[in-house]
């Protein structure tokens, strides 16, 4: 696997607004990114995600109304991570696949070698993680989807239908100063219908979407990749060290009614690190009320 591509299926380079403090390829094994590559060492998830993990219990202890206070910030400091979802118009993926690999795309950017201290990527990486960690959905095709490849970020696909779905999370940065080849993407509007995928594959982390909230799909891949980077600041290094291998790799469903109480009865009051599931709860700026837990991540290992 080349340095640049990660295959459930990524790709990289040297929105639909949300908060949470918390390639043509048609292989059906594929995650590839062209910013990741399981051959090298992950980042030591202390030097990049401890911020994060050190203010998830206070994030979840917060008053709902205090989630969306945005008083002490100035709007033109706001940092984001862009997350493109390539949605070509005659091939459109299936909804799960294209979660799945936004999941992915999000924390393979944050732990890629490129975001540790002394990589090209670090200041940006670390001084977005160190606020809230924003995300933008667009969606992007044809020469638009092409352009963004050449941005510093990770491509990952995942087998969708008789192709694949493609999401490139993009280096954060401040979103007064996106790129045009970012900024003219669309945000609004960016739904797919339900699909159906089964039981998730055994072995590998589980993002649990709540059954009661109604998110469009930019929204629930913002949603899905705040989970994804606070499961990998959670988990002991050995259990991140064996999801790396894997690639990243996740599995997104809806939860039913029954496993979203379990997931909610699952969550300690304790640390933030050791933790095997660990919620989103959501600033509220867009689709959802402030303090919305909008779902949960949880480590299943086989």
Known sequence: MSPDSCSTGAHSTGAHSTDAHSTDAHSTDAF????FSIDAAPVEPGAVLAPLAARYVSWLRLPAARTSDTSGEDP????????????ER????????LLEAAASAAVAVCLDPRAGVGGEWHDAVASWIGGR??????????AHWAAVQELPGVTVAVPSGDGVAEVRALVPGLVAEAP?????????????????????????????????????VGKAAA????????????????????WYADELRCAVRVASERRWRAVLDAVP????????TV???????TEVAPGTVTCAAQWLPA
């Open 180 to 216: 045009k080849e970012v900024s003219r993407l669309q945000i609004a509007g960016t739904d797919l219908p339900p699909d159906q995928p089964g039981e998730p594959a055994p072995g590998r982390p589980v993002v649990w979407l709540n059954p009661a909230v109604e998110l469009t």
């Open 90 to 97: 005659a091939t459109p993926p299936e909804r799960t696949p």
């Open 133 to 142: 960690i924003r995300k933008v959905s667009r969606r992007a095709r044809g």
């Open 279 to 285: 919620l989103v709860r959501d600033a509220g700026f």
């Open 269 to 276: 009051n304790g640390a933030a690190t050791g933790r095997s």
């Open 223 to 242: 949603q899905v990749g705040h989970a994804s980077m606070i499961l990998a600041a959670a988990l002991p290094a050995a259990d991140l060290a064996a």
């Open 76 to 87: 033109a400091l706001v940092r984001a991570m862009p997350v493109v979802l390539r949605v």
């Open 32 to 35: 590839s990114t062209d910013a």
